[in-house]
């Protein structure tokens, strides 16, 4: 491979790789056989052609066929091979396919009666893998023993495509890597000047992160749908070349498959082709690539298309604010059928939209739970694309079934059981109405309102008046983790107790009082029954479940705190125990122990610590909300691929699902909404912001500004926090009017609030109407339109 840089000069040198061409392979001798231990019945494959998975076809000499054994994950796996005389062998090599190589083998000749030890290799990784023995041997039996196999979407199989009767090292195929600096998404583009005039194939490899960057993807469509397991792109490059868009589908035939779109960071380019795809593409040759560019799908955010913004004093909650918000622009896109989830997500009713996906890489679905947080980032930062959030609540309830369940998203026709995503259904739906107004939205909608509030929640609901997982053959629900996980849940009762009080907002907003009413009474109702329930007094926190191991988890107990359900001496012991039992260098586990699965105690949802960050902030934590941040987002900003926020982190900070991890997950974006709503403190209190409140918590931040875009024009707000003064200025727009809660700074003597030159509060009473002091804030309320200037400072 020559001049790898010129790829970051279109137009001038180009990037050449040369591969020679391989020398015949080794045969067995005519008359050769092979038995194995256990071999896969036969199929169509997944090309729809007839195959067979029987030993023999590892000593064919077609690479194209395979022997793969029947006994998933079950070792040892064993292919014998006998000739039909005694032959000298110098060793062997093993070729497989990147469906999963085996990873430890070990090699045995027959001699003088016995079986005796040849080779053994452990942590293979290599497609050809050459077995050189210590000295030739003499035999007319070799044996090959699998102990271990690499794990793939097709599943961890022992598959041998050939064994040769020599060791045969391959000739390394070179491979340019090129890296876009953060990840993106959309249809890869490949300028090719010129080729060899044999077809030669190349093969791309993306990857999210360095880590997982191998000869094969992190994660295909294809791999995912089919089981096929190519685990690259490939294309044929004609001699003349060609601008190549890597789209789905193949090129020739059904030879030589591209996957399409891709949500990556780091391609690798490797002159290679699959023997599969002989002879439309050879694996040698000549490759000249003049450019390599990518065509973006995604939202695309500029310094113009920013309707809302965010700076502070601290520049590092600048950048994770920023990052989220590129992260969430990564998965708002266009619903198209050749990229969304394979597990029949796709939706006629949904193809062309503008939605809110889950992932950049994957899923590529709308799902309702991530809305709760991406949907919010999206109303912050990029209003104007608002439509995508709405395109998704509103299809999901037009797939509302018979008896009120509304579907977390569009997979598995609309059919993935999970329990608790209705229940984000209608707290997403209240979040669309509160930020955009959209009444049309909510008269539409509220038949399916009322049939999950009042059919299908009731049908799962105890004699206790909580929600038990089980009841109505709800048992093999999921949730948004899929945890095993039944009976009274903390957080879906707490979650129960939110989504009422949002269908009741609606219901007013709508004039429905008495659904107002009894939804309202009823989320009174499920609240006692939590805190009756479900707290753990010995431990100061709420169960995660009401049956099984004792634990206690991050969900129920943020989520309790943030919709009411706790008080405030519950919710600052429920904190307490977080700290002491949740507490990790990259964030807050989402459990405080392991009962539910190994590793519990070690994993970080960003999803699941968004409401925990809020419940801080919320309860006068400023200091401990950006402690937690700062460890969640600044781990996450830290570690390749940076920027993005990632779907899940694991022990130590690893990717919690290894290389299938999504590094640009819309719903781990919650410290946007964070910052803006908690730490600046300005939030919509009425649909489309029809009233508003600007509440601070600053904690040890010096100053901050930004926008909230509203339908009525932008509502700014900017403060500062210095020196015993605090100084807050809130610019409304017209038709709006708000509340102002100055945060009061700590002081041994009085201080006084102003507005401009009038006094609003002397320091021990207000001196106008609407002024009342509230905790560690004096709250102004009855603010129109225009600019307001409150100041805070001590007496002196």
Not at 723 to 743: D, E, I, Q, Y
Not at 757 to 772: N, S, Y
Request: proline residues 6%; contains cysteine.
């Amino acid at each position: 491979m020559t001049r790898p840089d010129a790829l970051l000069q279109p137009g001038g040198p180009v990037t050449v790789l040369r591969r020679p061409q391989s020398t015949a392979a080794p045969r067995w001798p005519e008359g050769t056989t092979a038995e194995a231990s256990s071999a896969h019945a036969g199929n169509n494959g997944n090309d729809g052609k007839p195959r067979t998975y029987v030993a023999s076809n590892a000593v064919d000499g077609d690479p194209d066929t395979f022997w793969n054994d029947d006994t998933l994950a079950a070792y040892p796996d064993t292919l014998t091979i006998t000739l039909p005389a005694a032959a000298t062998l110098p060793g062997l090599t093993l070729i497989s396919n990147s469906d999963g190589v085996p990873v430890d083998f070990t090699v045995d000749t027959w001699q003088d009666g016995a079986w005796r030890s040849a080779a053994s290799v452990t942590g293979n990784s290599a497609v050809q893998r050459a077995v050189p023995f210590d000295t030739p041997v003499s035999t007319d039996k070799v044996r090959i023993t699998v102990t271990a196999d690499q794990e793939t979407p097709a599943g961890t199989f022992t598959r041998v495509n050939e064994v040769w009767p020599q060791p045969v090292e391959p000739v390394e195929a070179p491979s340019v890597t090129v890296d876009f600096g953060k990840v993106v998404v959309g249809f890869p583009r490949v300028r090719f000047t010129s080729a060899s005039d044999n077809r030669p194939g190349v093969r791309l490899a993306f990857s999210e992160t360095r880590q997982f960057l191998t000869d094969r993807s992190d994660f295909t469509r294809n791999d995912q749908s089919d089981g096929t397991s190519r685990g690259t792109d490939q294309f044929a490059v004609p001699a003349g070349g060609a601008d190549w868009k890597d789209v789905k589908g193949f090129q020739a035939g059904d030879q030589v498959y591209a996957d399409g779109l891709h949500g990556f960071r780091y391609v690798k380019i490797t002159l290679d082709a699959l023997a599969s795809d002989a002879p439309a593409a050879q694996p040698w040759g000549t490759v000249s690539i003049d450019a390599v560019s990518l065509e973006f799908t995604a939202y695309l955010g500029t310094p113009d298309t920013f309707r809302g913004w965010f700076l502070c004093s601290d520049d590092d909650l600048n950048r994770y604010w920023y990052g989220a918000a590129y992260t969430n622009e990564l998965v708002t896109d266009t619903f198209r059928q050749d990229d969304v989830d394979p597990r029949d997500a796709w939706s006629a009713t949904l193809e062309g939209q503008l939605v809110l996906q889950d992932g950049a890489k994957r899923d590529r679905d709308p799902y309702v739970g991530d809305l709760a947080v991406s949907a919010r980032t999206l109303y912050l930062t990029h209003d104007d694309a608002a439509e995508a959030a709405r395109n998704v609540l509103a299809d999901l309830a037009e797939h509302q079934r018979a008896d009120g369940w509304i579907p977390p998203a569009s997979i598995n026709n609309y059919t993935l059981p999970l329990f608790d995503y209705p229940l984000w259904w209608v707290t997403c739906s209240w979040d669309y109405v509160l930020y955009t107004g959209d009444r049309a939205y909510a008269t539409g909608y509220y038949p399916q309102l009322l049939k999950v509030l009042d059919t299908w929640y009731p049908s799962v609901t105890d004699d206790a008046g909580l929600l038990s997982k089980g009841l109505a053959d709800t048992g093999g629900y999921g949730d948004y983790a899929f945890l095993d996980r039944t009976g009274r849940i903390t957080y879906y009762n707490a979650n129960y107790v939110q989504a009422l009080r949002d269908a009741a907002a609606i219901a007013r907003f709508l004039g429905h009082g008495a659904d107002a009413d009894r939804w309202s009474a009823r989320a009174d109702d499920v609240a006692k029954a939590v805190n009756t329930h479900l707290w753990d007094a010995a431990a100061g926190a709420y169960l995660d479940s009401g049956t099984g191991p004792v634990r206690h988890a991050q969900d129920g107990n943020a989520i309790a705190i943030t919709a009411g359900v706790a008080d405030s001496e519950r919710a600052a012991s429920a904190l307490a125990h977080l700290d002491a039992t949740t507490r990790l260098r990259y964030g807050n586990a989402f459990m405080d122990n392991d009962t539910i699965f190994g590793g519990a105690s070690q994993r970080v949802y960003a999803f699941t610590s968004y409401p925990e960050i809020v419940a801080r902030f919320e309860t006068g934590r400023a200091d401990s909300a950006l402690d937690q941040i700062r460890r969640t987002y600044g781990w996450m900003d830290s570690h390749d691929p940076g920027i993005t926020n990632w779907e899940g982190i694991g022990p130590n900070g690893s990717l919690y699902e290894d290389a299938y991890t999504s590094m640009a997950h819309g719903w781990s974006t919650g410290v946007l909404p964070a910052l803006t709503h908690q730490l600046l403190g300005a939030r919509p209190t009425a649909p489309g912001y029809a009233s508003w409140e600007v509440r601070p918590h600053p904690g040890p931040v010096a100053w901050a500004q930004g926008r909230l875009p509203t339908p009525h024009g932008p509502l700014d707000v900017r403060w500062t926090n210095q020196g015993g003064t605090f100084s807050l200025t809130v610019r409304a727009p017209r038709g709006t009017s708000g509340t102002v809660a100055v945060p009061l700074p700590a002081s041994d003597g009085r201080v006084t609030v102003r507005a401009g030159h009038r006094t609003l509060w002397d320091g021990h009473r207000a001196t106008v109407p609407g002024v009342t002091r509230d905790g560690d804030h004096l709250t102004v309320t009855g603010l129109g339109a225009g600019s307001h200037t409150l100041t805070a400072a001590r007496a002196r």
